[in-house]
């Protein structure tokens, strides 16, 4: 494992306790009734946003999916905005327009959570292949869960990206279940073996932990920039929470309790909390602390979007479709 | 004048768009070959940089667009077959077609889709004989269908610079007209601008791509009894309801002609529209493929479930009788 800095090492603890933090006072704000729709919690998982964003540079580009806010976070986002977007504020990075499944941040190269799986993957190759041919040195990384690994179009975009060797990561969170189904139930074969097939270099880390995370991530970035094509990346990682916040309500029993508890008690706050003093802990929780407060009051007291401008970006030309009242 | 045929209008087109913005590229299977003909020369002129050939993966491939057109890019996805659609209609509708809205207006995807050859070509059976256009336009999608050559050249060219997605369908039927052309005078034709080819003041006809020739043909069968005003809306999302409203106004009679299935077609959002906002003098009609329809192969079948030009002119007689 890479030698990190105290300031790294506090670098990485700060982003994984920003997403932890964020997504359970999302969580909140969704029982309170101030976010609509729900949400696909992050928690357990913050690893593996950590640690591949902090392999990347500010104008390298990611996408991600449904269960996103993590992604958007570590890739830089305000927490305010990303608050706001979920609970539908004008104030949100999507004006209010995307909301939980759909956050993007396109001048920090968050080219948009997605939420059809496995959706993301040929965009990402797209959008590679257009640094590529700038030749600005850009990598792009399609986050993307296990369910989607059974997604043909992600196949086919594996085959374009080894093909015209691309510089895209593709970045596998592999938290045991594609909604309720056990990977076990749902995937021949393997994760790795999806990328093996056509010839990308495929590993398989320890998700729980950042600094495992950035040590793979560091890898297929210097591949992917000095021309090498793409790398997946398969992260072992379990997902404390629901897959989705209406889980909450309407206990569906997939996983085995003590499959919960073993899964919870390696925590990716305390793997990565452990490399830093107590006092730089202590530290840099007050300060996420007031970062996530911040957040929710500003998201809280921001104005809603004015119903006038529903459809406003619908085009990116401006074009007005009729009413549907046929005024 | 020199002729122009609508192939080589779009080959023209493409070529022109190449030529004047780096950002533009085309990519599709077998276009480096050209197999539809209409990428000839393309590769010899611009490179494979510009001129890709992808694998048989439309999913993959119409993603990559909206991901190269996200970065900067302005791919040109060219589809052999209109049923391939199908198969990208997530890429397209759902991805392409949402990315400004859902991000709030952070970005536009401007990616054209061209269909060389869309609707029937004899022998071509179910699976290659659609002409799906309405699907698009329910969706909100930007939607041409060129009748002549220069409205070809003039629409592919609009559809490259617009900033939104927009589906080109060139209509298999339409793809061997000609036109005496003079080629200084092409030029980019505005989306949503319809075109009335033939005046008239008993009724409009209504007519889409290739079947806009077919209604001159029957305008000019019936000009002994009445005189019959055709009307090519040139891009069927969105449509052009002043410009048709100007030609019901002076007709005060509609029938539209519309290659496509019946239910939920374009030429029902016209018929429904002018119940709305048209005063006519006539209940309107609609000549179409009939409900549900799946082309059959043997070719009097084939013909049998497309509109024809008998057809059409019954239609006018019958709301002209009204």
């Known amino acids: 494992m890479a030698f990190l800095s105290a300031a790294a090492h506090a670098d990485l603890y700060r982003v994984v306790r920003l997403i932890r933090r964020f997504e359970e006072r999302a969580v909140e704000l969704v029982r309170a009734g101030d976010i609509v729709g729900g949400i696909h919690p992050y928690t357990g998982q913050e690893a593996v946003a950590a640690g591949a964003c902090a392999a990347l540079r500010a104008d390298d580009v990611i996408t991600s999916t449904h269960r996103g806010h993590g992604h958007v976070l570590a890739k830089g986002a305000d927490p305010k905005r990303v608050l706001a977007e979920l609970a539908g504020r004008a104030t949100g990075l999507n004006r209010g327009r995307g909301g939980s499944m759909h956050a993007a941040d396109f001048r920090l190269g968050i080219l948009g959570a997605n939420a059809i799986v496995g959706a993301n993957a040929p965009i990402t190759a797209g959008a590679a292949w257009a640094a590529k041919r700038a030749g600005d040195g850009r990598v792009a990384v399609s986050f993307f869960g296990d369910g989607a690994v059974n997604q043909g179009v992600l196949l086919e975009s594996l085959n374009l990206a080894a093909l015209w060797r691309l510089p895209v990561l593709f970045v596998c969170e592999n938290n045991g279940y594609a909604t309720t189904l056990a990977v076990a139930d749902a995937v021949a074969g393997t994760i790795t073996g999806r990328g093996e097939a056509f010839g990308i270099p495929s590993a398989t880390v320890d998700g729980m932990d950042p600094v495992a995370v950035l040590d793979a991530a560091r890898t297929a970035v210097d591949r992917a920039r000095s021309g090498g094509g793409p790398s997946l990346i398969e992260c072992v990682t379990y997902r404390f929470d629901a897959h989705h916040t209406w889980e909450h309500r309407a206990r569906v029993r997939y996983r085995p309790d003590d499959e919960v508890l073993k899964g919870r008690s390696r925590d990716p706050l305390d793997v990565q909390g452990s490399r830093l003093s107590d006092a730089d802990r202590e530290r840099v929780d007050a300060e996420v602390e007031s970062v996530v407060d911040e957040a929710v009051a500003f998201a809280l007291s921001s104005p809603h979007p004015d119903p006038e401008g529903a459809l406003d970006d619908l085009y990116a030309t401006g074009l007005r479709g009729r009413p549907g009242d046929g005024r | 004048m020199p002729w122009l045929s609508y192939r080589k ?211 000019d069968e019936l000009a002994g009894e009445a005189s019959v005003e055709v009307f090519d809306p040139r891009t069927v999302y969105p449509f052009d309801w002043d410009g048709l409203a100007d030609s019901v106004r002076r007709t005060g009679r509609l029938v539209v002609v519309d290659d496509a299935n019946r239910t939920c077609g374009v030429a029902a959002e016209v018929l429904a529209t002018a119940a709305e906002r048209f005063d006519l003098t006539a209940p309107p009609a609609r000549v179409t493929r009939p409900d549900g329809a799946v082309v059959p192969f043997a070719p009097a079948l084939d013909r049998a479930v497309q509109p024809d030009r008998d057809q059409l002119a019954t239609a006018i007689r019958k709301v002209l009788q009204d």
Not at chain 2, 80 to 97: M, S, Y
Not at chain 2, 160 to 188: C, E, K, S, Y
Not at chain 2, 189 to 197: E, I, K, T
């Open chain 2, 9 to 219: 209008a779009l080959n023209r087109a493409l070529g022109d768009e190449l030529a004047r913005d780096p950002a533009v590229f085309v990519l599709g299977e077998d276009v480096r070959v050209a197999v539809s003909n209409v990428t000839a020369g393309l590769l010899g002129r611009f490179g494979p940089e510009r001129v890709v050939d992808t694998p048989l993966s439309e999913q993959a491939f119409t993603g990559f667009a909206t991901g190269a057109a996200l970065a900067g890019m302005r791919p040109v996805v060219e589809f052999q077959i209109p049923a391939l659609l199908f198969l990208a209609f997530e890429q397209i509708v759902n991805q392409a077609h949402k990315f400004s809205l859902m991000t709030g207006g952070q970005t536009a995807v401007p990616v054209t889709y061209l269909v060389p050859g869309s609707g029937s070509r004899a022998g071509w059976a179910g699976q290659h004989s659609d002409h799906p256009y309405g699907l698009f336009a329910h969706a909100g999608v930007k939607t041409v269908v060129p009748a002549t050559p220069e409205d070809a050249y003039g629409l592919v060219v609009s559809a490259i610079r617009d900033d939104d997605p927009v589906v080109v369908f060139a209509p298999a039927g339409a793809l061997d007209v000609r036109a005496d052309v003079d080629f200084a005078t092409l030029a980019p034709v505005a989306l949503g601008a319809g075109r009335v080819h033939r005046q008239g003041s008993d009724v409009t006809v209504v007519a889409i791509g290739h079947l806009v020739h077919d209604a001159l043909a029957v305008a």
